[in-house]
């Protein structure tokens, strides 16, 4: 075990070795679908994206993957988090969904690297900005998430380089005249002059490992959702007031829709939410004290269970509940009921490396914009009860959406096996969509929808595959994904 933790990150090490002990933990426990991308790796990101785009040429590649993450993350800020932890371009994928021009090529070069393709930054001075430039064929090719352009060259054989554009500016003056330019050229009002300007200003930076707050690739960071026996996610497309996790203003596309509401694919998936922002989900533990399949996630230390609850053996009795998740936290609370005197509660955020003494329910300043969350319950006699109840954030935009239409969906987890004593839950809500046909503008403005609708499953063997047929003649608009890990 020594040597394994060594080749993945430290929290998720611990868990690991923590859930390899007991029968109830359920690792990797993730949804998918057919029509959707799995955003769990940079691996199932690069291989989704291609099968779904058909893309055979490394230009159509290229492009699929510049869309896809254009569809994915909005610009806004950069992400930071308070040290030891970072940022990379999973995280940024998967909890956050946005991030300023260095950080989202951060990103995308992460993604064309994965796909074989060697990258380098490209500075500009005028004006101020961050891009990169991918090599393939033979050649550089300069893809603009941040500003949202590419350009076919003049014979349309390629996507162009920044020094192909210095040296001849029609290439951008007349692409949108000429059919060369990206789908959501400039969508979110940057100028054509402003580009030529900035390649002309351009200086080659290299491969540097990262830019600003976003790391080169995730350090101490996995995306795959681990759960204890007895909690339930639900992950939201909607935004809880003041639900984000960073502090300062609320992370929200400036633009407004002009990203949505032109598009004609990014639109109808996107405009039910309007403006791009944070996403909320909670997270709900609340192991049952009377089923063995909860207590096996629960350390326990100086106490047995007996009758329905944890009983001290000697001295205190101690109870460990671990609760480390892939989406930060933005506040919660903790409840616990005792017998035979009152007990107290410590929280670490640094997977049980170090404590704090809290002092009533709400943890929220504890363990906000964290992740690996154990919670330490000491008690003189009897704990009877034990919940944690939690308002998280995530990126809708990464999450495994419904298409109007079948749906493929797949559940899954590390080791393909469901623990012994336990079930897994999936349930998919949304509102099926009506679209009247030939709107000039994605707004949301003229949809109609339908009463909530809710698809339910409960998994018994692994891989569990199941459809889900969606009505209406456009993308449904989505009102939450949840998993549960139950005990029968």
Known sequence: MASLARHVPAAVAAWFIFACSTSAAVRGFKVTTDRTVDTTSLETIVADVWRLSGAKTNDEKAIALYEW???????WAYPT??????????KVINAYGWGLCGGQHTVLKALYETAGWECRYVGWSNPGHTTIEVKYDDRWHYFDVFLKCYFWTKDRKTIASQEEIAADPSIVLDAVKEGRAARQHLCCGDSEQGVISGCKSRRVVGNSKGWAS???????YSPLVNMPAGSMLRLSWNAEPDGFAVKGKPPQHGCGLKDIRGDKVLGPIAEHYGPRNWSNGTFLYEPDFSK???????????????????????????AIFRAALPYPYVRAKVAT????????????????????????????????QRYDVFIKVEFPAALTKFSLQALIEHNRGAQPFLYHGRNVVTVSAEG?????????????????????????????????????????????????????TVGGNTPPKMLYLERAVRCD
């Open 292 to 318: 063995n399949a909860a207590l096996a996630d629960i350390e326990l230390q100086n106490a047995r269970a007996q009758d329905g609850k944890i009983v001290a053996t000697g001295g205190k009795g101690v």
């Open 416 to 468: 393909g096996q469901i623990p012994a004593g336990c079930s897994l839950e999936v349930t998919y809500a949304f509102q099926e969509a009506a679209d009247p046909g030939n709107r000039p503008r994605f707004d949301g403005k003229g949809l109609t929808y339908s009463e909530e609708k809710k698809v339910a499953r409960r998994i018994t063997s692994l891989p569990c595959t199941f459809d889900i």
């Open 337 to 368: 009921t005792f017998e035979g005197g009152d007990g107290t509660v410590t929280v670490s955020t640094d997977a049980g490396k170090t404590w704090k003494t809290v002092a009533g329910p709400d943890i929220s300043d504890i363990v906000r």
């Open 81 to 90: 988090e308070p040290a030891p932890q970072s940022v990379g371009p999973l």
């Open 214 to 220: 976003v790391t080169w690739r995730d350090q101490n």
């Open 69 to 75: 993450l254009h569809n994915t993350i909005f610009h």
